[in-house]
């Protein structure tokens, strides 16, 4: 690496979704010294361990430095990025002319700049006419963006990270807050610490890190979520709490969906029973939620990652609306999302259902809008294939080629060897990745050398919808090159006009116009109540994209001679929501289990997650030694009697395996697990040791609306190994 700034440079850390501000600085000697950016109002110069190692982990070691072609012999061959080309733009005119549009796929990531994720799915859905183009960020946020289209009409994060601040009771729902967020965690450890009397509640089958500052744990049985939730509501509406006024005026459908909740779980003794609460604990904390005005309910992937997903989603927005503490200071809904730009990936319509710009593929007014911004030759007219789905008709011959960029599918998605089947027999799998060696790239037949942090150039979007800056300071390495520019060397190659940018800030600035094109006009149906815009960031030259400051969209532009522009900290002050009358939704949530519970066969329930010092499939933290350190392998938690039970012990290794796969790892107890009940983390792969990957356990059921997996219950085997 040469560094192309002594000085320090502003960037934003690649890893979770808070979004964090970093200061990249190299010094005389070569070492990379990483700060935080005091600046930066995500973390005001608070970086996690995770982020604060991240000079540890740009080293070359491993990196995938040069175009590389699979010959007949399985061998792969260092190719000129030509011949690389014209093979992938070949392989893929040559597939659809045969087969058609719909036979080919591109998976991609929530780890894509902004820039990156909006020219794959131009190519895909505006050139090549399919919608076949998912990403990983189905497995992590797909039934947030669900439940707030339900809710709200679009996909609207209604809070800013200051409101966790105000707050005077915080609900973590799902969430191992202080390990996947830190600095969200810090932040609200901070306000509690100002703020005795502030409330932190947490919500969790297990008992984590996050509990150590809640004033109450409610160890709710897993998948039970939406009993709890609805409970809640029937108890705020009916012993004082609803707010009949905001009900009235600003939203509909209360009638039906209360009537759900009443049904089944307007009595919170039966609630508890189901969810394996304490009572009184369930009744203390149904009654500070009806007493606090400023409550916020953050939930993360365990809600998200559910076959009722999208339901515990709306479950929880249902509280909110009745109680009407949602669009004012200190309260609201808030999804944390798991990845550095998933929310940067929904803005530019990177899942198989939706459009760029917030538009619906399900919408032909919509459509047509983006296919004549972009003067395509075609667009997509259905949604495509989601996650689990793609993988399955690449297994079943019906897509022939897949295009898989900045993720590791063979590790991360749920029943992975069926990914492991499909890639296999696939007639062309091209990967653009930053490193040579992973599970996945094994079977790929193209590798394209991709640009990593610190050598991209472009945006992101956190999880209060603040659009950041992911700047350069290290040079290209060997031939890598952004995906933006692959991407649209690939689309010219195959006939295609309109992919000619100077650079991301060209892009960006097309996204931008998109977001505001025909927005505006409220007699042209189904456009006027969009709240996404970024009409403030359209046309700015590459020095002002340099320069771009951290802003949460919608941004806006005064009219004023001086054109200032602003962002908007919280939405919804007006209780205007983007549905076509303006009015936010109740949505009826009928309470009902995970898809698959235990058996004699499989008797313990699989949850998975993150440990604190790990990112994904390991291939960047895996590198720093401190971070290894903190959790050196891969482990099943799980409770002391259990272990005795199924005739495992503390530090031997132990073979976990379900229905649909099985791996092992070594016992440990936490002390945070309830009976029945194991936990092993998402990262460890095959590159680290074997049969690592927790992924091929997994039940591939996934939510019918979102299409997200549900990775928090899988029903496994455990004995010794
Ligand atoms: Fe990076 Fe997330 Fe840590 Fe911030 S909290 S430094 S974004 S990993």
Redesign the pocket.
Known sequence: HIPLSTVGTKTT?P??G???GVRASMQTDGKIVIAGDELHPA?KGR??V??SALGETVDLDGRLLHPKLRDEHGNMHRVSWDTALDKVAGGLRSIIDQHGPDSVALYVSGQLLTEDYYIANKLMKGYIGSANIDTNSRLCMSSAVAGHKRAFGEDLVPICYEDLELADMVVLVGSNTAWC???LFQRIAKAKENRPEMKLVVIDPRRTATCELSDMHLPVKPGTDVWLFNGLMSYLAHRGARDSAFVAAHTTGLGEALAIADADCADPHEVARICKVDVNDLLAFYESFANTEKVITAFSMGVNQSSAGTDKVNSIINCHLISGRIGKPGMGPFSITGQ?NAMGGREVGGLANMLAAHMDLDNALHRDTVQTFWDSPRMADKPGLKAVDLFNAIEAGHIKAVWIMATNPMVSMPDANVVQRALSKCELVVASDIMEKTDTNAFAHILLPALGWGEKDGTVTNSERRISRQRTFLSAPGEARPDWQVICDVAKRMGYRGFDFAGPHAIFDEHARLSSYRNGPPQIAGHSHRLFNLDGLTGMSKQQFDELQPIQWPVTRSNSTDAAVTGTARLFGNHRYSHPDGKARFVATPPRGPAHLPDEEFPLTLNTGRVRDQWHTMTRTGKSARLADHVPESFVDMHPQDALRYGVREGGLARISSRWGAMVARVQHSGGIARGSVFVPIHWNSQTASDARVGALVNPVVDPISGEPEFKHTPVNIEEF
Do not use: A, D, E, F
Request: some cysteine.
């Open positions: 850390c890893y979770c808070v979004g964090c973390n970086l996690c995770k982020g967020h830190p600095i550095p």
